[in-house]
């Protein structure tokens, strides 16, 4: 009989005994318990679900629009459109429910003639608004580790 057939196979009171020890484990120890929890959500849960994720590209979008350091290139752009298919992309790779139908990233950011300087400042932007809504550090750094790849896509100049 293995250890844990004996265990299943325990007296209610001996498995009572086992259950209380549990939960009063992890009432010892509520950061573990919570972390064992956030382990197994998706980024997307972790950043905050839609409700978020539609407010922080809608205001990362305002705001790059505007900033120096990127606002050339969203000239005559329908910015509605844009919102939309960013959310879902970064729905669609953080684990969300969305399938992103935008067109890749090749495609979309041709002729734009980005640089690496414009690349960069979207990304300072982008950090400084996950920051706004208090996004912790390991999510943050899961999300830019999605985007950095997409650079060799985006820069063309
Ligand atoms: C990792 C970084 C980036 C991501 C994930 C991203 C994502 C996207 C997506 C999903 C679209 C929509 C594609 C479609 O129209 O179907 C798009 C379009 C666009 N992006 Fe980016 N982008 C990034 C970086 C940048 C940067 C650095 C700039 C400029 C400084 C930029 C400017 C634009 C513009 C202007 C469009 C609209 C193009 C058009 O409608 O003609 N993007 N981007």
Do not use: E, H, Y
């Given at each position: 009989m293995t250890d844990l057939?004996?265990?299943?196979?325990?007296?209610?009171?001996?498995?009572?005994?086992?259950?209380l020890a549990?939960?009063?484990?992890?009432?010892?120890?509520?950061?573990?318990?919570?972390d064992t929890t956030t382990k197994h959500a998706t980024l997307y849960?972790?950043?905050?679900?839609?409700?978020?994720?539609?407010?922080?590209?809608?205001?990362?979008i305002d705001h790059s629009t505007q900033d120096p350091r990127t606002r050339r290139s969203f000239q005559k752009v329908d910015l509605k459109r844009l919102k939309q298919k960013v959310e879902e992309q970064l729905c669609s790779l953080t684990g969300g429910p969305c399938k992103y139908t935008g067109d890749d990233m090749k495609q979309s950011h041709a002729g734009l003639n980005i640089t690496e300087a414009e690349f960069y400042g979207f990304v300072e932007e982008l950090i400084d608004m996950l920051d706004r809504y208090n996004i912790g550090t390991r999510e943050k750094?899961?999300?830019?580790?999605?985007?950095?790849?997409m650079k060799r896509d985006i820069v063309t100049r």
């Open positions: 057939s004996v265990r299943a196979g325990a007296s209610p009171r001996c498995r009572a005994t086992l259950a549990l939960v009063i484990a992890m009432g010892a120890f509520p950061a573990w318990a919570q849960d972790r950043l905050g679900g839609k409700t978020v994720l539609t407010r922080l590209v809608s205001d990362l750094n899961q999300l830019l580790a999605i985007l950095a790849p």
